[in-house]
C-alpha cells in the first residue's frame, strides 16, 4: 500500500514527542484502537484491542533516529524487536505509520 502525505522530518517528530505526548493508536477499519502515553524519557507505555476483543499490552522504550520513529516494545509480537517507523502526515494531527514499505497502521493526537 502506498503512503499518502509527506514523511515527517527529523524537527517535526522531536517537536511532537519532546514534552511526551499520548498516541491514539488505530481507530475504525484499523483492526485495533488503544492509546500509547510516551515521555520525555524515552519510555512508552499503553494498550490496545483488536477487533477481536484481544488485548494488546505495550511498554518499552522509544527515540527518534533520523527521520524515524524508533521503539523496542515489551509486549506480544514485539518483545526485543528494535523496529523504526516512518510516520507519513495524513492531517495536522494523524501519521500513516510504514515499516519500511509496509503500512503497520496509523497514530493520531
Known sequence: MAQSGNPMTNAQLTKLTEK???LKL?????GYEGSLKLTPDGKGKGDATT????????AGKWWID???F???WKGEGSSGKEVCEIWFLTSARSVEV???K???GVNSW
Open 51 to 58: 477487533d477481536a476483543g484481544k488485548n494488546i499490552t505495550l
Open 70 to 72: 524508533c521503539r523496542d
Open 98 to 100: 510504514f515499516d519500511g
Open 20 to 22: 511526551g505526548i499520548t
Open 66 to 68: 533520523g527521520d524515524k
Open 102 to 104: 509496509n503500512r503497520i
Open 26 to 30: 488505530g481507530g475504525e477499519e484499523e
